[in-house]
């Protein structure tokens, strides 16, 4: 029955999931494109055969009734798969958004894997479009947002090197060597993206 695919790929971005993103499920995607095809040729065939008649007068009420609801059930049907497959991609850009902004430019292996090429180039411009906009904030020395999501309750925070990371240069002018395990009380500005990254780890 038309529609009955749409609803599978509903059930797909409504699931939970433990991966960043589901994979993309461009088999059942060109199904529902091809079924697509399939109604708007039919409803195209259904209107073009109607009876060639001359006024309303000529008409059978009852299967020109009939046809009307055929053809509004092509028609809905259609703009039902058309709304569903917009809905699926647009909560798989929405993912993507999320990841841009959690884990930064560089996609991991398994979100690649699970996206279609031209979900990676949308991520690849939207990825330069969000760094070059940032690039220009603070009279072009850049600001990155995506580090300062939520106000500071200080701009000073006690932090534990997780890894053998090396020397850190401060906004002073002084520097930090940042070995493994090691404690520092560092400005919150320098060291958001190390925790991002997990090089460090906050203190509570």
Not at 41 to 67: A, G, H, I, M
Not at 118 to 143: A, P, Q, T, V
Not at 156 to 182: A, M
Request: net charge negative; with cysteine.
């Amino acid at each position: 029955m038309f529609g009955d695919k749409c609803i599978e790929l509903i059930k797909e971005v409504s699931r939970e999931t433990t991966e960043l993103i589901a994979p993309y499920n461009k088999q059942l995607v060109d199904e529902v494109i091809n079924e697509m095809v399939t109604i708007s040729q039919t409803l195209y065939e259904s209107l073009n055969l109607q009876p060639n008649v001359e006024s309303d007068s000529e008409r059978n009420p009852l299967q020109y009734q009939n046809q009307l609801l055929v053809n509004k059930m092509y028609l809905r049907s259609f703009l039902w798969n058309k709304r569903c497959l917009l809905a699926y991609h647009q909560n798989r850009l929405e993912r993507l958004k999320k990841i841009r902004w959690e884990l930064g430019a560089l996609l991991p292996i398994e979100v690649k894997q699970n996206i279609s090429e031209e979900e990676l180039h949308w991520f690849g411009d939207y990825s330069k479009n969000l760094s070059d906009y940032m690039c220009r904030l603070n009279d072009n020395k850049g600001i990155d947002l995506s580090l300062m999501r939520d106000p500071p309750k200080n701009l000073y925070i006690q932090v534990r090197c997780n890894t053998e990371f090396g020397p850190l240069d401060l906004d002073d002018g002084s520097t930090v060597v940042l070995s493994k395990d090691s404690m520092h009380y560092l400005p919150l500005s320098k060291c958001e993206k190390l925790i991002h990254l997990g090089i460090l780890e906050q203190i509570k």
